[in-house]
């Protein structure tokens, strides 16, 4: 790919020398590299343009809370924390509205205090929010009734109607990206700083599908002890939980679209160090997690926590070069391997990497995503995701990190607060039949609310994630 930026990359701090950062790195630097997944855009002025707006606009996360959730995430490394990060496959700059921002920090946070209770140690929630908004795609064309378009990459770049014009990548619309992601934050932060639901109340929950569940007894015990819990902590704090226990929630996303992600890297001098700070917690996407590859060499210099997606195709060697480069000061924290291989699969690769890791002396946190590795595709074109594969992977990593004297620290799922109809099976026992029903996603299929509660329980109730 061409050098995106023929003026150089912006910085706001010109005191280069006295970074703590490698002398070779550069947010610019991984333009050398070849970087796949990056559209083409026709008008280089008008790109260069939007790219130097974005690197003069504000931060939209500070430094601050970065350094707090890599803090967090050691925790969960040393087995004294769990992450639980979810949100949409892509977020649609249509539908940045009050009651979808809603939905989703209310499934991810009363999921966050069942898993609480159910694991007795701190859940570290992170969104896939404020930012997901580009998506890698396997072919660079999408072909319908014989005419071929540039396939649909994300609302950071194009549009998902089937015309030219739809597909054409305009830089424009990277600035909408910014800011939606900018207004979604401000809300997620005003919603905790005010106290939001009323997490505590049961009968807020929608729980009416786990009296479909063998297990329905199991829940009900669970949500009646995190209302206890938070009962009792009210009482003898004499305050409203959101007031005594600050609640803490981070956005993540996967950072695909590198100029995007340059325009608001930032050398910050009190820290003498490099942050993206378009979000906390950016990742690597499995097709992007190539050693030489651009991803790689842009991610390599970043101070945020970095995660990677790791697929059954990584060989034992790439993944021992990947950690010893992303993380050379074996900084705690600062990396997590989320690893996706599929119900299938996991049992033949996550011992043999888990063993990889070890001998370079690497500490990383193990997420599980069972999304990715189990996606089909039903009779009707429907793609979907059966809730016993998302499962069995996950047991599957849980067991599979005990066995080999380590721990499972995380979970990375696609979920939604709303009552679509994507992924099949869960207590209500949704079939390939129902899909059509309420099918959403331009991208992957979610968990709906009912599924990823759910899944949460059996998390806290079952898992056996502690090791
Ligand atoms: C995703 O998280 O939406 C994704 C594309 O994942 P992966 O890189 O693991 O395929
Ligand atoms: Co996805």
């Known amino acids: 790919m061409p050098a995106l930026h023929s003026r150089g990359p912006v910085c706001i701090v010109p005191a280069m020398a006295q970074a703590r950062v490698q002398a070779d790195w550069h947010p ?102 404020a930012g ?11 072909t319908r009734d014989g005419e071929s378009l540039p396939s649909y990459r ?25 800011g939606r992601s900018a207004l979604t934050l401000n809300f997620i932060r005003s919603l905790i700083d005010g106290g939001f639901a009323d997490l505590h109340h049961p009968e807020n929950w ?41 609640v803490e929630f981070y956005a993540s996303h996967e950072g695909l679209h590198l100029p995007y992600e340059q325009a608001q890297t ?48 990584m ?47 690497v500490s990383v946190l193990w997420v599980c995503d069972p999304m990715h590795g189990n996606t089909e595709t039903t009779a009707e074109g429907y793609k979907t995701r059966r809730f016993d594969n998302i499962l069995a992977e996950l047991s599957a990593a849980a067991r599979i990190h005990q066995e080999q004297d380590g721990y499972l620290g995380g979970v990375h799922l696609e979920l939604t607060g709303e009552n679509v109809t994507e992924c099949v099976g869960g207590a209500r026992g949704l079939k390939e039949s129902d899909l059509a029903r309420a099918y959403k996603s331009q991208v992957d299929p979610r968990l709906n609310y009912e599924q990823a509660m759910e899944i949460a329980m059996l998390i806290a109730g079952r898992l056996g994630v502690d090791a």
Request: with cysteine; hydrophobic share 40%.
């Open 28 to 129: 610019a630097s991984w333009q050398t590299r070849d970087a796949a997944q990056q559209p083409t855009y026709p008008d280089q002025e008008r790109f260069e343009s939007v790219v130097g707006e974005l690197s003069r606009l504000p931060p939209l996360v500070t430094s601050w809370e970065v350094e707090a959730l890599k803090e967090k995430l050691a925790a969960a490394q040393r087995g004294e924390a769990f992450l639980l990060q979810g949100g949409d496959c892509a977020e649609n700059l249509e539908e940045v509205t009050s009651d979808n921002i809603v939905q989703k920090l209310k499934i991810l946070l009363q999921m966050s205090l069942v898993m609480l209770m159910g694991l007795r140690k701190p859940i570290i929630r992170v969104g896939r929010m």
């Open 132 to 142: 997901q908004y580009a998506k890698p795609r396997s072919a660079d064309y999408e």
């Open 154 to 178: 994300g609302d950071l770049i194009n549009r998902t109607g089937f015309t030219a014009a739809d597909r054409e990548p305009d830089p424009q619309i990277m600035l909408r990206a910014y």
């Open 206 to 246: 929608d729980l009416d599908f786990v009296r479909e569940s063998s297990t329905a007894a199991e829940y009900h015990e669970l949500v009646k002890s995190v209302s206890k819990s938070l009962d009792f902590l009210e009482a003898i704090t004499g305050e409203p939980i959101h007031r005594t226990r600050r």
């Open 266 to 313: 930032r050398l910050l001098p009190h820290r003498r160090r490099w942050y993206n700070l378009t979000t906390h917690f950016p990742w690597i996407g499995m097709r992007t997690a190539d050693l030489t590859g651009a991803h790689v060499e842009y991610f390599r210099g970043l101070a945020n926590p970095i995660a990677v997606k790791i697929g059954p195709g």
């Open 315 to 361: 060989s034992d060697e790439h993944l021992q070069s990947l950690v010893q480069v992303l993380n050379p000061d074996n900084e705690p924290g600062r990396l997590t391997l989320i690893t996706r291989f599929g119900a299938k699969h996991v049992d033949e690769h996550l011992p043999r990497m888990i063993r990889a890791v070890r001998p370079t002396g």
